[in-house]
Antibody, heavy 116, light 109 residues
Framework: EVRLAQSGAEMKKPGESLTISCQVF????????VGWVRQMPGKGLDWMGIINPLDSDVRYSPSFEGQVTISVDKSIKTAYLQWSRLQASDSAIYYC??????????WGQGTLVTVS | DILLTQSPATLSVSPGERATLSCRATQSVGSNLAWYQQKPGQAPRLLIY???TRAPGIPARFSGSGSGTEFTLTISSLQSEDSAVYYC???????????FGQGTRLEIK
């Protein structure tokens, strides 16, 4: 069974940088795209982008392009989501999720990011 | 961009009854539509993909239908554990877009 393990909760100040991670275990299809999804407090799901672990091809949502950086280290099956300068509005839960075909079939537990 | 609209925003149904949730796209997405369930404090869980295929381990009381622009998630014989927010999600290949609906909150009376 595929498992995605995300890094722990973060508390940061505005203007600081941050990288959170998502490690994929037991994936029978190790080249599956991995995506990041934001959920702001009390709100719905916002797709941020997806990355192909095989060649690091990244596709960003237009809403997040230029705001975050998605990367991967395929040697340790870990995807990353990075901010160079956090804002208070980045406070949210961030989920990583593995794509099956066109949907996300396995999800991480979420990483709570608080910027204050 | 293709937008998704879910209705109703909130649905209150008694145990044992049927719930019907709707998801409408602003243009055709074929069958590239999925449904998720999210309970408080938990990550979303994939229920349906390809508009009508249940994900592994999902009970048969969950069913999906539709294609093009109109999609439905039906939950028959509701149980208390079905109380959650349900999201639809589309995938469009060109230009690439992955979009979630705004969610339907299902309450079990």
């Amino acid at each position: 069974e595929v498992r995605l393990a995300q890094s722990g909760a973060e508390m940061k100040k505005p203007g600081e940088s941050l990288t959170i991670s998502c490690q994929v275990f037991e994936d029978p299809f190790p080249n599956s795209w991995v995506g990041w999804v934001r959920q702001m407090p009390g709100k719905g799901l916002d797709w941020m982008g997806i990355i192909n672990p095989l060649d690091s091809d990244v596709r960003y949502s237009p809403s997040f392009e230029g705001q975050v950086t998605i990367s991967v280290d395929k040697s340790i099956k870990t995807a990353y989501l990075q901010w160079s300068r956090l804002q208070a509005s980045d406070s949210a839960i961030y989920y990583c999720a593995k794509m099956q075909f066109w949907e996300f079939d396995s999800w991480g537990q979420g990483t709570l990011v608080t910027v204050s | 961009d293709i937008l998704l609209t879910q209705s109703p925003a909130t649905l209150s149904v008694s145990p044992g009854e049927r719930a019907t949730l709707s998801c409408r796209a602003t243009q055709s997405v074929g069958s590239n539509l999925a449904w998720y369930q999210q309970k408080p404090g938990q990550a979303p869980r994939l229920l349906i993909y390809g508009a009508l295929t249940r994900a592994p381990g999902i009970p048969a009381r969950f069913s999906g239908s539709g294609s093009g622009t109109e999609f439905t998630l039906t939950i028959s014989s509701l149980q208390s554990e079905d109380s959650a927010v349900y999201y639809c999600q589309l995938y469009n290949n060109w230009p690439l877009s992955i979009t979630f609906g705004q969610g339907t909150r299902l309450e079990i009376k």
